[in-house]
């Protein structure tokens, strides 16, 4: 068990914002809440899988909606605590930690500013090892863990149970809801016993991000230092560098949609890449070639600051460096691609593992990261 | 305590499509499903408010969406039963009666088939004494008595609790999810104890109905004379016969919508009415005059059967006699305006009682209806 410092808590969320392959919401309002909480209840404290009782219950708290939404709303006041008292109720027994369901910006301290509010320790884990745009896209989902039931909460007090058969109908039901409190809401879900976790989280992916994030802040000033210590950190590959020359970008059914076209800079110029939108970067095309797509992390690095750009920070004209990042294996099963992989988004390619693209393999002989 | 056989049952729902003002869905289709259940279980029990201790549970089971969408997924089944274990787990206490939310050719005889289903009476009253598009318009609404927690569920199983701070957020949320579950859903809610009810409902309407669905049984196959029965048991005014020449009404959000206009027949040739709908028939306008509005009731009867007709069995071509029936007193006050009156439909005028229109007066004084 270890405290969480504001230091710790803005490297956590700067480094998730790498991770999160655009989604998340912005790091840096990600930490306003968790540092607002600390200040007023104490740091969070951060605790393991194993260091907890068998039998002790653990939920996972988030925002659901569109980021560019949480913009508007962030950051969240009482909802998330609201809906974590309701799954008490429901449950009929007390959330004894908190487990971030996703590396991203907000979706990562969310977590931990809920737990120094509510006095709940945090897992230094997550359920997927990235960010995904819907709710059953996590790990959880591969092991057959229920999301429901599931809690969603407004900022005026208003509050949904979800009790439903599957998680997908728990994410249609819960998006429905939360396009309905403004397209955003405060949510917590896929309850469930340690013993039951225990084998189907990333761990130690708090800590991961935390040191990505310290080594980001060390660096800061020095785009190029920041993307290199990036690069290190997670083996990522540099798929592309170019400069937005067309964005096409809007909130359909609570997501941030659209897809974006990279005309090559530097070594890449003559080439052009797109990439397709649903709250996260999923697809990368080169040439109209897919060169990366989820469950692959694909992040978009501001050439200007080194620093990661979420999908609803895109502008006409800016300059990227487009990174690959390799999932967690879990995902690249027959059930993990089946809960997070091309098919499940809509897709009809079939999957090629970053590290087998041809992009890659090219880049990785020519010397590049 | 009685009980009501297949024929009090057929009544039950043939009465109430007159008060219903053309919602409530198909009253055929409403008795099936009683009817069905009383075949498995027995014949439900009706009783009143005074028959039953002041702190026993009351609650209000209905189907929520458009009445198109009734036709395709009626009968019901699981859900309802689904819904009403759900509400009894919220509660933490047993539901000792089961209160008709509307008087609908549906929803009067559902609270019947789930308290057959469920061996719960069935109080024999009602909380609008008529339909009404939205879950808020209710003398319960009027009285303060809140919504949530509403339990809204699917025939797969799923379902949602919806604990809201207000009954139009209620209805607002237990409709988007309806709409998710196919744009018709089973749902219970506006619980309470007897003592908070006993002066909030409309008492003895489901007397009420049967004994106008009676008169139309025993009238049957001679229009004139069961429109004239109809009439006689409520009080109606005739406001118009015409032939409907136009027709516009789709399902939009979870309700059907639209107008329809009538070219006059007999004594009405030469003048047209237009009448328009969300669920039921809202307002009827005589040459672009308001000549009847809810809350009073503006029930459509087939001329060539004297059966009232729902807004989604309107067709054009259709020959109709349209009555006015005025409301419960309590929806002529300033707060019952304001939770089933014009403004509350999105309407500018100002409520006229229907006695008090021209048109009711003009009718009375020349002898009719």
């Given at each position: 068990m270890s405290y969480l410092d504001t230091t710790a808590l803005r490297d956590i969320a700067r480094g998730s914002s790498v991770l999160a392959g655009g989604g998340g919401g912005d790091p840096f309002r990600g930490t306003l809440s968790a540092v607002e909480m600390t200040r007023q209840y104490g740091p969070p404290r951060l605790t393991t899988l194993w260091d907890l009782p068998d039998d002790a219950v653990v939920a996972c708290p988030?925002?659901?909606?569109?980021?560019?939404?949480?913009?508007?709303?962030?950051?969240?006041?009482?909802?998330?605590?609201?809906?974590?008292?309701?799954?008490?109720?429901?449950?009929?027994?007390?959330?004894?930690?908190?487990?971030?369901?996703?590396?991203?910006?907000?979706?990562?301290?969310?977590?931990?500013?809920?737990?120094?509010?509510?006095?709940?320790?945090?897992?230094?884990?997550?359920?997927?090892?990235?960010?995904?745009?819907?709710m059953d896209m996590t790990l959880l989902n591969v092991e057959g863990i229920p999301a429901a039931p599931t809690v969603v909460a407004d900022e005026h007090g208003n509050s949904v149970v979800v009790h439903a058969t599957n998680n997908v109908w728990t994410e249609t039901l819960a998006r429905t809801v939360s396009v309905k409190f403004g397209a955003a809401a405060a949510g917590?879900?896929?309850?469930?016993?340690?013993?039951?976790?225990?084998?189907?989280?990333?761990?130690?992916?708090?800590?991961?991000?935390?040191?990505?994030?310290?080594?980001?802040?060390?660096?800061?000033?020095?785009?190029?230092?920041?993307?290199?210590?990036?690069?290190?950190l997670t083996d990522a590959v540099e798929l592309f560098r170019g400069k937005i020359i067309s964005l096409d970008r809007e909130i359909i059914d609570g997501f941030v949609r659209g897809t974006f076209l990279l005309e090559g800079i530097g070594a890449d110029t003559g080439s052009q890449m797109t990439i397709d939108i649903q709250n996260e970067y999923l697809v990368a095309r080169l040439g109209g070639e897919v060169v990366a797509s989820a469950p692959d992390i694909i992040t978009v690095m501001?050439?200007?600051?080194?620093?990661?750009?979420?999908?609803?920070?895109?502008?006409?004209?800016?300059?990227?460096?487009?990174?690959?990042?390799?999932?967690?294996?879990?995902?690249?099963?027959?059930?993990?691609l089946a809960v997070g992989g091309p098919a499940r988004l809509g897709y009809d390619f079939p999957y090629v593992p970053l590290e087998d693209s041809p992009r890659t393999i090219a880049r990785r002989s020519a010397g590049a990261p």
């Open positions: 988030f925002i659901i909606g569109a980021p560019l939404a949480f913009l508007e709303k962030f950051p969240f006041g009482d909802e998330l605590a609201v809906a974590a008292r309701e799954l008490q109720r429901v449950l009929g027994a007390p959330i004894a930690a908190l487990l971030p369901a996703e590396i991203g910006g907000i979706n990562s301290t969310l977590p931990l500013a809920l737990g120094a509010r509510m006095n709940i320790p945090v897992i230094d884990a997550d359920t997927m090892g990235r960010a995904y745009p819907e917590i879900g896929y309850s469930a016993t340690v013993a039951r976790l225990r084998h189907a989280v990333i761990e130690g992916s708090l800590s991961h991000v935390r040191s990505i994030g310290q080594a980001m802040r060390e660096a800061a000033g020095d785009p190029q230092r920041v993307i290199g210590a990036v690069s290190r501001d050439a200007a600051s080194g620093l990661p750009l979420t999908t609803e920070s895109l502008r006409y004209g800016y300059r990227l460096v487009v990174l690959g990042i390799a999932c967690d294996e879990r995902w690249r099963t027959e059930t993990g």
